[in-house]
């Protein structure tokens, strides 16, 4: 298996030395630099032309996003890490490969990793948006992950509502999020997760149980225990 290079970049020296030990418990990931603000990020991406690169958002002067833009990433996989999930759904919107919350873990780390070696194996050199594969009147289609809605789980699959129609994945509910980037939707209850921008307002509390409406009209209850998250990440 090809040996991945790393680009680690955080302004925050212990999150850099956290996630360090991390790749170095997954095989065949080499860190080649690391870098505390997107000047030094962009300079040592030109430099070293990382396979992946470990992106924090909130870094001083310029945020990661900003970052980006002066980094020719088409030879790399951006994963976007942070403390803060709200900003998943931009993190997809320009293009990367994935997204992880700190503290970062070491399996879903791997799976990030999965991903991006997959995707650098490509012919079309990594190009491609993250997507979710469902069915959909009788045919495959891959739903960008950034147009999910909502899941909703019914026996033995999901519905999959998405910003031009729906369609079907047969997993279990805690298997396709498990497979999901952390942050891309928050879980309401025992059979449905959504993405917290498809929320358009809700009412009540994690006391008087807490309802929301989507953007679409739909109407959702949200598990008592699971109140205070959903209310985080909604007003996030």
């Known amino acids: 298996m090809q040996t991945l ?15 360090g030990e991390v790749l170095s418990s997954i095989e065949d990931v080499r860190i080649v630099a690391e870098a505390s603000d997107a000047v030094a990020a962009q300079q040592l991406a030109r430099r070293h032309q990382p396979d ?8 001083p002067g310029a945020d990661g996003f900003a970052a980006l833009d002066g980094i020719d ?22 293009g990367a490969t994935d997204y992880l919350l700190k503290p970062v873990d070491e399996r879903r780390c791997r799976r990030a990793v999965d991903r991006a070696r997959e995707s650098l194996a490509r012919p079309d050199g990594g190009d491609e948006e993250p997507a979710l ?13 950034a147009a999910i809605r909502l899941l909703h789980a019914g026996g033995n ?7 031009r129609g729906r369609g079907l994945v047969r997993r279990s509910l805690e298997g396709l999020l498990a497979g999901l980037p952390d942050g891309l939707l928050v879980r309401l209850n025992r059979h449905q997760a959504v993405r917290p921008s ?5 009412s009540g509390s994690g006391q008087r149980g807490l309802s929301l409406v989507l953007r679409d009209g739909t109407k959702l209850e949200v598990a008592r225990r699971r109140a205070a998250e959903v209310l985080q990440r909604i007003r996030g």
């Open 157 to 163: 699959y999901v519905e999959v509502v998405h910003e």
């Open 198 to 202: 498809a929320v358009q307002s809700w």
């Open 133 to 145: 594969e469902i069915e959909e009147r009788g045919a495959h289609v891959r739903v960008p992950l």
């Open 73 to 94: 990433a088409s030879r790399s996989c951006v994963i976007f890490t942070t403390a803060y999930a709200q900003f998943a759904i931009r993190a997809f919107e320009v």
């Open 5 to 19: 290079t790393a680009l680690i970049v955080d302004d925050e020296p212990a999150a850099r030395r956290d996630l």
């Open 52 to 59: 992946l690169i470990f992106m924090d958002i909130q870094l």
